[in-house]
């Protein structure tokens, strides 16, 4: 599925940067999401959160 129709962004190339560590406004730069109307910047941001809560934490994250 489509979540940025004007740069042709899909929910996988989403998840994919999440998993690569990307935050949104690298996406932003690296994929063009919400970038030309903006429109799809609500959804973007909501399946990044989605995706990050399936997760498995991370075993590197500081403690305290």
């Known amino acids: 599925m489509y979540v940025c129709l004007c740069k042709a962004v899909t929910n996988q190339q989403v998840k994919d940067a999440v998993e690569q560590g990307q935050s949104y406004a ?5 994929l063009g999401v919400a970038t030309d109307c903006g429109c799809c910047g609500k959804a973007a941001k909501e ?10 934490p991370c075993e590197f994250a500081e403690v305290g």
């Open 26 to 30: 690298e996406m932003r730069q690296s």
């Open 47 to 56: 399946l990044i959160r989605q995706h990050v809560a399936t997760l498995p």
